[in-house]
């Protein structure tokens, strides 16, 4: 794999958007300058509130490998209770990135050394006058602010365009309350009480 490629693994439920905020993340990236981008869904069922995820890889030189992603630079998880039936931080590499709506702080989870960047991203999405459980918007905040890869502005007019039949404004600033809210740790390994607690 070329270490130019920069690889990103969605996790969310049916429903959610996570293939809508993964592409809204391609396009911007193709956009600012990446002329590699490759975005590559699995719908799975389909079935609203089942597990889904999508990859996504972006380059600053095209792409010709469209494989799956094995082994991501980050993880997006836009449903922290995913991390209870889903593996969905399997095949991270070493220091990578984990991207997590949750109510919960960062010093609550365990993942062996990765960076996590964390954000309510639900209540900060409501917040803005979204609908309760609407979360890609938001997502896209807390992943700009978190991988430093893409200017936010350009996401911010990226979402108002793609969602610009349903609140553009609105979805704009959950990005932004969610750029802001977003806090950053490197994870400590976890303790025997820890693991045996699920994390």
Excluded: C
Excluded at 164 to 171: A, R, S, V
Excluded at 172 to 183: F, K, V
């Amino acid at each position: 794999m070329r270490k130019d490629i920069i690889e990103i693994r969605w996790h969310g439920r049916g429903g959610q958007g996570a293939i809508t905020a993964a592409k809204i993340v391609a396009n911007s990236a193709f956009v600012s300058g990446y002329k590699g981008v490759v975005m590559a869904p699995t719908f799975g069922t389909e079935r609203r509130g089942a597990p889904i995820f999508t990859s996504l890889k972006v380059s600053k030189e095209k792409i010709y490998d469209i494989s799956p992603i094995v082994s991501p630079d980050i993880v997006v998880v836009l449903d922290h209770m995913l991390l209870e039936e889903a593996g969905v931080t399997v095949g991270l590499k070493p220091g990578g990135l984990i991207v997590l709506n949750t109510p919960k702080q960062a010093g609550d989870y365990h993942f062996g050394g990765m960076k996590l960047a964390v954000a309510d991203v639900t209540a900060l999405s409501y917040k803005a006058g979204l609908q309760k459980g609407i979360v890609n918007s938001g997502i896209i905040g807390a992943f700009a602010r978190a991988s430093g890869l893409l200017d936010i502005d350009v996401l911010y007019e990226a979402i108002r365009k793609e969602f610009k039949d349903l609140k553009p404004d609105k979805n704009a600033e959950a990005a932004r309350l969610a750029y802001n809210g977003t806090t950053m740790t490197v994870t400590m390994v976890a303790t025997t009480a820890a693991k045996t607690g699920g994390m």
